[in-house]
Each structure stands twice: as C-alpha cells, then as structure tokens.
C-alpha cells in the first residue's frame, strides 16, 4: 500500500486527492490544509463579498467531512506542514492542536499554492488593510461593508481580482478607488484593450488612478485610512483591499533543498515531478511552461491547478506516464457589464520575447455583434488576435465586450491547444441560429480578417494611429445619418455607396485611415481604393473601437 501525503487541500491538491482515490481504492492518502477549510471557491470569494453569493456554505466546494466519506481521505484541518525531510520521508507538521509530529510519506505532493503579495511598505499591516484569498477575508470584507457599514473602499492593484473587489464593493454599495501602480489595468490584456474596461469602471462610479502606486497607510483618527500615492496625491477610505499579484507557497520546497524556478515556483518535469523523484508538485506553487514561447513561467489559475493535481495523481498512481503540456493563460472576468478574456500571448508579452510586429508576428482587431444584429439584444465585442506571418500559427486572442466573448476566448483558446492556424479558424463550422452567433461567427470573422492581411489584401491602422499620424485624413465611409452620433473633426466624408463615383475627390499623394461603425464598408472601401492605388489602411473594429478606447 503506498501512502500519498499532499500539502495543500483546495483546488490542486483537492483534485489530485480524489483522483488518486479513484484510481486507488488501496492508498492511503493523507491531506494536510492549514486553513479550516478544504477545496473551497477562492473564485467566489469576490461575490461573497458584493453579496452576489448569499451563503458562506456555497463556498466550500467539499467538506472534510464528505472528502472523507466519499473518497477516504485522511483530511486534517489546521494541520501546517512546516519542514520536509527528504532522507527520513517525512513531513513535520503542527498539528490542529499545536502539537507537532512527522508523518512518514511514499510520496509527497506539494499543492501549496500562492500567497498575496503584501509589499513593505509604511501602515500595510493596519486593520483595514485586507487581502482576499481566504473564506474568512471575504467574510471580514462582507461583514466590514454590510455590517459595519463602511462605505467607501480602495482597492489596490488592478487585475482580475482588483477588478472583481471594485464591481463586488460598488455593487455592496461603497465608493471605490482602484489603485493601479501600471499605466493600465488588467495586465494579460494589451494596454488599448484594457482601455475598454477603463470606460466601464468609470460608467459604474469607480474611480480609476493609472501609474499611481499606494505609498503609505495611514490610520486616520476615525479608524479609517489615508493613503499616501505616488505623485503627492492621498486618498481616504473606510478599507483597503490589496490586490497586487501572488508568489508561489514555495519556502518548505526551497528549504528541503528542491529545485526552484526562475519565477519562485517550484521546478517540475512534465510529468510534475520535483528535483525529487518520491515529490510532486502541482498547482500556483509551480513554475509551468508557456505553452505559447515555451518558457518557463508563472500562471496562477484555477482550471491549470485542477488538471495538474489530477496529472500528479495519475503519474503517482499508474507511473509517470502523462505530460502536463503548459499553460496558456485562458481567463475571463466580469467587469461590471463587460466580459474581458485573453488566451495565450498577449502583443505585450510578444514585444518582450524580442518578436517584431510584421516579421514575427501579425495582429487584428475587429468588431462584431455577439449575435445576428436583425435579432433583438446583441452587444459588440472587440476581438484582438495574434498570429505568425505565415498563419500557422496563433499565438493568442483577447476578447472584450458583452455576450458571448466567454464562448469566442473558449473556441479560440481550443484552436490554439489543437495547434490550428488562422485558416483553421476561418474554417470553424460553429453553431448558429440568430440568438446566439451569426452565420459568420466572430472567431470566423477573426479568422477571415486575419487571413486576408496575410494574403495582403488589407492593411491595418494601428488603435492610436491617429494620434501617432496626425499628417493622415480619415475618410469616414459610414451614411450621413451616423455622422451626427459622432464624427471626426477634418475628414473627408463619402458613404461607402458612392466611393466608386467619387474617388477621383480623394488626394492619391495622401494616406486614407479609412473608418466605418464596425469595419466591414471600410475594408470593403478600402478593396476599392487600393485596388485603384490608393494608399489606404483600415481602422481597425471602426468607430465603435476608436470610441470605446478614446472615450468619445
Ligand atoms: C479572490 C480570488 C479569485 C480568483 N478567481 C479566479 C478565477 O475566476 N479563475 C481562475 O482561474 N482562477 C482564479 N483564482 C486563482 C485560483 O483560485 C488559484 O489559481 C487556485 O486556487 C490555485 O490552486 P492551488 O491548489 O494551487 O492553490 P490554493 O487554492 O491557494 O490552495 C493552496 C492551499 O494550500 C494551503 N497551504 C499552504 N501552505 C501550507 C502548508 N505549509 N501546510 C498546509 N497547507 C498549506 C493553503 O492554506 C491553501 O488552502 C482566484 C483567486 C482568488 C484569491
């Protein structure tokens, strides 16, 4: 009988308990957590707060108590382990009691996860500065603006789980600032994509400082805060809520002399297997692969730390058999009424490995509707997608608007796994009927548009083409009804049913950033010009994009 202890009791270690359980009604599998809960919904906890999720009990996704009557895990709550001693193969652990022992191992899982960061910084230890990672943070929040009714909220740090802190506070009714120390938020999305949610944050009463960073906490008289911010500028506020990024659990690997990666994570070999081959680790406490650049890396998620803990288990129970073949960084957030998603690389991401836009890599932006227009309710996203020269290809895809981005960053984050191209993706038979998709669905059109700047039969503008050009004209192809919404001040306007008669208006010694509502009259403007020799770029996803990034 071999006996699995694991170290860590939510989602990768959770997952690989139960596995192994399954495919071995005879191990013995202990499962230490030092925390009072097992596999619970660090996902869920933002909605807890916001009182989206009413009861603290739909948190625990298991409970000791059925983890060990379904799957006859030894589960000890409370129970820390503080040391590895690899020679003996035993963990030392502190127990629920406070008392301290060894327990013997065959073999180790280290599920261990990843901690907030909480950087040194003056008053970071006060009260009020909060962290949401655990059951009773998000419970200490919801009780601090429910019951104590504190009404107004800073949240440090503007990634998803900042992000998610900000809509949950506003929505229990506080006012909220959201400190991002980085000239944008959400940082797996390029910075004009990112843009988008600026609008919707401040649609929704949050207010947003960028490239500001929290200096200092201070205790007001009140028992409230002041913070100090970079630039001289202070913010007070009932609570903090710090969301800067996580670091890998991974000191009791480091002091038992295992391998550790560049980015803090524990270092394992595909099959998850540490410098020790009786110790595996899974979930955010390792370093994992890119599945796009290949290196190694630090993805913290949840749907990785699942599968991960599911490998480990097969490869203890059945030998190392299975490869953990990367992460690609699949995830999607509620902004308030906005869906924001990205799989695989970002431009950002791309630029830092030393890619060259044109050379390495190429991208697109488009609008579309998240389902067919004639029927009542669809909302425009915005996808931007990233491929190689040649098409082979994708490297990764960022999605953001209203219905439907969640369904398009899961076809194309599948289309990356199976290695497809961007033909592939212009080839996907995808399901259609009005009130979901269009008979050319987005990722189609993403695919389309994509393969025709390969086949070099449009060219893009970039977002800030404007801004980066001035000496350029618009020509705005939309009708003259659409003008009054919004229209560009000195360019030359001819709907797109008449640039066939009057294109000998147009300058030919001049560059055309040709812009319609959503793209398709520009490109099909832009077919005609370019074909008449006209110099000619589309901008991309039109006016619908241009405003949502400019906020116009
Ligand atoms: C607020 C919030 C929202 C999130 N939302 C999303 C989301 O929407 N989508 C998504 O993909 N990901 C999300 N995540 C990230 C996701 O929760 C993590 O990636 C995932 O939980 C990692 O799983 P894990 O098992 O590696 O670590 P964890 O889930 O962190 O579990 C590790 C456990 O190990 C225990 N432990 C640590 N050290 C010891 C020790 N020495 N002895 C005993 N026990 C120990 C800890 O107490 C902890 O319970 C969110 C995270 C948070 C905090």
Same mark, same amino acid.
Not at 295 to 303: D, N
């Given at each position: ?52 999720? =009413? ?146 944050? =401040? ?29 001289? =500028? ?34 394992v070999s595909p099959e998850l297997v ?6 595996y680790?899974a979930?955010?406490?390792i370093?994992v692969t890119?599945f796009?650049?290949g ?9 990785p730390?699942?599968r991960q803990?599911r490998i480990a288990?097969n490869n203890?129970?059945l030998g190392n058999h299975e490869a953990y073949k990367g992460t ?89 796994r ?102 398709? =009259? ?31």
């Open positions: 009988m071999t006996k699995t202890v694991i170290i860590g009791g939510v989602a990768a270690g959770a997952s690989c308990a139960a596995r192994l359980r399954r495919l071995d009604e005879s191990a013995e599998i202990v499962m230490l957590e030092k925390g009072p809960y097992v596999s619970f919904a660090n996902c869920g906890l933002p909605y807890f707060v916001g009182g989206v999720i =009413r009861d603290r009990s739909d948190l625990s996704v298991q409970t000791p108590e059925r983890l060990k009557s379904r799957f006859r895990i030894d589960v000890r709550t409370e129970s820390e382990a503080l040391s590895i001693d690899r020679a003996a193969k035993t963990v030392r652990v502190r127990g629920a009691d406070g008392r301290e022992y060894d327990e013997p191992y065959d073999r180790l899982v280290i599920a261990t996860g990843a901690s907030p960061i909480v950087p040194d910084i003056p008053g970071i230890r006060l009260k009020r500065v909060r962290t949401l990672t655990t059951v009773d943070d998000a419970v200490g929040l919801r009780s601090l603006v429910s019951v104590h009714r504190f009404m107004s909220a800073a949240v440090i740090g503007g990634g998803f789980i900042g992000l998610e802190a900000a809509e949950n506070l506003r929505e229990a009714g506080c006012s909220v600032t959201l400190i991002e120390a980085s000239p944008q938020i959400m940082p797996p999305l390029d910075p004009e994509m990112a843009e988008v949610l600026t609008g919707e944050l =401040r649609r929704n009463g949050v207010e947003l400082l960028t490239g500001t960073a929290a200096e200092e906490f201070q205790e007001r008289d009140d028992g409230g805060l002041l913070i100090r911010l970079s630039g001289g =500028r202070t913010v007070e506020a009932d609570l903090a809520v710090l969301a800067i990024g996580v670091r890998p659990n991974s000191a009791i690997a480091r002091d038992a002399g295992l391998e550790i990666g560049k980015t803090g994570g524990i270092a540490t410098s020790d081959p009786d110790i680790a979930g955010d406490v370093d890119d796009i650049s290196e190694k890396t630090s993805i913290p998620l949840a749907g730390a699942n803990g288990a203890i129970a690609q960084g699949s995830s999607v957030a509620k902004v308030f009424g906005l869906t924001a998603a990205s799989t695989g690389s970002s431009e950002k991401a791309l630029v830092k490995r030393g890619l060259l836009k044109g050379r390495d890599y190429e991208s697109v932006i488009i609008s579309a509707g998240s389902h067919a227009g004639y029927y009542p309710g669809a909302s425009d996203m915005f996808i931007k997608l990233l491929f190689s020269p040649d098409g082979s290809r994708v490297f990764g895809a960022e999605i953001v608007g209203g219905a439907g981005v969640d369904k398009r960053i899961d076809v194309i984050a599948a289309a990356i199976l290695h497809a191209g961007v033909r592939a993706l212009a080839e996907l038979e995808l399901a259609y009927a009005p009130p979901y998709s269009s008979a050319k669905d987005p990722v189609n059109m993403a695919g389309f548009t994509a393969s025709n700047v390969i086949d070099g039969l449009v060219s893009f503008a970039d977002w800030d083409e404007l801004e980066k050009h001035p000496e350029h004209t618009v020509l705005d192809v939309r009708e003259k009804g659409e003008l009054a919404e919004f229209s560009f001040r000195g360019a030359v306007h001819i709907p797109f049913g008449s640039i066939r008669e009057r294109v000998m208006e147009l300058n030919p010694s001049k560059t055309f950033i040709v812009m319609c509502r959503g793209g398709v =009259r520009a490109y099909d403007s832009a077919r005609i010009l370019q074909q008449k020799g006209y110099k000619v770029k589309v901008y991309p996803g039109g006016t619908l994009f241009y405003r949502a990034v400019h906020h116009v």
